[in-house]
């Protein structure tokens, strides 16, 4: 702006000397400019800088050799600096200095114009100066004015943000409407890592592959895995591994000898490709191919070429699934919450009520006595039913015990609530299957196990559970009346078990047990070792 009123001034002046107002701007206006947060040099600078631009617009106005018969045109050479003070305030929201600024502008004009003489008149009587002055006070005014406007507006739309709740409303209507146009309509992790793995053995020789995703604690869990044989995969991120070296370099990494912590030797080509959505890895693409130099760099190229779109797909599906899980863990404790303080207390109270009743009875009426005594018997098993509905509401897979512990402590507080005598086999490896999975799995086993308490009328309860990721089986077995003399309510919860199985691609079997009673197992995956479930070999590739 300096140079452009320099500009300005030579042409309506054509003298030299004039521009020693121009510097003294500068001198004027550099305080704001070295020291802009000072609450006290700033403000005085941006005074002192229209003070003396009122004062050079009155003087170059009566030296100016433009205007013809309109005398004071020249004041318009200098006036337009007036848009810099006034633009500095507005953009720090200072608008009651801006204003102030303002008035001391016009206040500086009508002074020095009244103050200056030209051919024998004041400089304040010319038409051309006062038409000027007013027309760059009016612009900087109006300026001012919608910079205060805007702000206000911007305040008022920020107040009315949406509130975390209503946004995240938006965000997961969105998610529910991409989920349902995309291929297959489905947001599974691994079902896309599944799908991944098939399109990568179209251009890549692969004996054994997987999916890997973080799983918390410095450790990887198997999201799918293709090849004919299950794969112990190193699934530490603090070992010395190819793994580990990919996962912290972002870069695919080849190797010559197996990721498999159980390989038996033999020559190895392993590759092994990030899977990095913008600047987050979410997981990693392992193949093994059972001859040297399986992965050359053309070969590398391709693999990654596929792999840069599906790490995007795989990163909205593990959000989802993080989301899909802290919603059901929150619905799951707004249910507990509801069932103590509702119900339960209500139930509770009945129960004092009647044993007010029973003591309050002092004649010989013996069958209201044992009527009552038989309805407090029924008060108090509904309210352990109760409680046992909010401990398997409030039951989880604690990741750092495990899912198996997470069976085994629910099966223990069942069987004891319920007279059983529980037969626990525990046989749990230290890597782990995705939260989502252990979740469904542990739900599976709570279904089951309720189920032989409320239904069966067993005596003892057969609980076994297995798990070797990607491999996982869990069994519940009774020794009771079997699911053909079975009370009608206990399919429902047969159903919810099949929903679930078929949720984390396992396989549901309820079968009889001999001499007695009733097996529910659930299978994910397939192991190495034979299992004792009907049809749980899996096809090649899976």
């Not at 702006?1 to 054509?14: K, N, Q």
């Not at 998610?175 to 799908?195: F, K, M, N, Y």
């Not at 990095?276 to 890895?281: F, M, P």
């Not at 040297?292 to 599906?310: C, E, F, G, M």
Request: glycine share 8%; hydrophobic share 45%; with cysteine.
């Amino acid at each position: 702006m300096l140079a452009l009123i320099a500009v300005l001034t030579l042409f309506a002046t054509r003298d030299v000397t004039q521009l020693w107002w121009v510097a003294l701007l500068a001198v004027a206006g550099l305080p704001s400019l070295l020291a802009p947060q000072h609450r006290l040099i700033a403000p005085l600078s941006r005074v002192a800088e229209v003070v003396v631009l009122g004062l050079a617009a009155s003087h170059v106005a009566a030296v100016a050799s433009i205007g013809g018969t309109v005398d004071g045109l020249g004041a318009s050479a200098i006036l337009p600096y007036l848009a810099v003070p006034v633009t500095v305030t507005a953009l720090r929201r200072r608008f009651r200095e801006g204003s102030a600024l303002l008035a001391v502008t016009a206040a500086t004009l009508l002074i020095s114009g009244a103050l200056t003489t030209v051919d024998g008149g004041i400089q304040l009587g010319q038409p051309g100066y006062l038409a000027v002055c007013a027309q760059w006070l009016i612009l900087a005014a109006l300026g001012l004015y919608a910079a205060g406007t805007l702000h206000r507006v911007m305040a008022v739309r920020g107040e009315g943000k949406p509130q975390p709740y209503a946004e995240a409303t938006r965000l997961l209507t969105q998610l529910r409407t991409v989920a349902r146009q995309l291929p297959g309509a489905t947001l599974d992790p691994g079902g896309i890592s599944e799908h991944l793995l098939e399109e990568l053995r179209t251009v890549a020789q692969t004996r054994r592959g997987a999916v890997l995703s973080a799983s918390g604690g410095g450790r990887l869990v198997v999201l799918a895995q293709a090849g004919v044989d299950r794969v112990d995969w190193e699934t530490t991120l603090d070992a010395d591994s190819a793994i580990a070296d990919a996962w912290a370099s972002q870069q695919a990494t080849t190797a010559a000898r197996s990721q498999s912590r159980s390989h038996r030797g033999g020559d190895v080509s392993a590759l092994i490709v990030p899977l990095v959505a913008g600047v987050r890895t979410v997981g990693l693409v392992v193949l093994e191919a059972d001859v040297a130099q399986a992965y050359p760099p053309p070969v590398v190229s391709r693999v990654t070429a596929l792999t840069r779109p599906a790490a995007l797909r795989l990163e909205a599906a593990l959000l989802f699934d993080e989301v899909r899980s802290l919603a059901t863990n929150e619905e799951r404790q707004r249910l507990a919450r509801e069932i103590h303080d509702g119900v339960a207390q209500e139930l509770v109270m009945v129960g004092y009520g009647i044993d007010n009743a029973m003591a309050t009875v002092f004649d010989d009426a013996e069958e209201t006595a044992e009527s009552l005594r038989t309805l407090r018997a029924e008060v108090t098993r509904v309210i352990q039913e109760l409680r046992l509905s909010l401990f398997e509401l409030r039951s989880e897979v604690d990741r750092q015990g495990g899912l198996a512990a997470a069976i085994a402590e629910y099966a223990r507080t069942v069987g004891a609530s319920g007279g059983l005598r529980v037969h626990l086999s525990l046989d749990e490896s230290t890597a782990r299957l995705p939260a989502a999975t252990e979740a469904e799995l542990l739900r599976i086993a709570q279904e089951a196990v309720t189920n032989a308490r409320k239904h069966a009328g067993a005596s003892n309860l057969w609980v076994t559970c297995e798990v070797d990721p990607p491999y996982a089986q869990i069994e519940v077995s009774d020794d009771g009346q079997g699911m053909a003399d079975q009370r009608p309510d206990g399919r429902y919860g047969l159903a919810i078990m099949a929903e679930r199985a078929e949720r984390i691609r396992g396989r549901l079997e309820i079968r009889p047990r001999q001499p007695s009673g009733t097996t529910v197992a659930v299978v994910l995956g397939s192991s190495s070792r034979r299992d004792n479930v009907r049809d749980s070999a899996a096809p090649e590739g899976e």
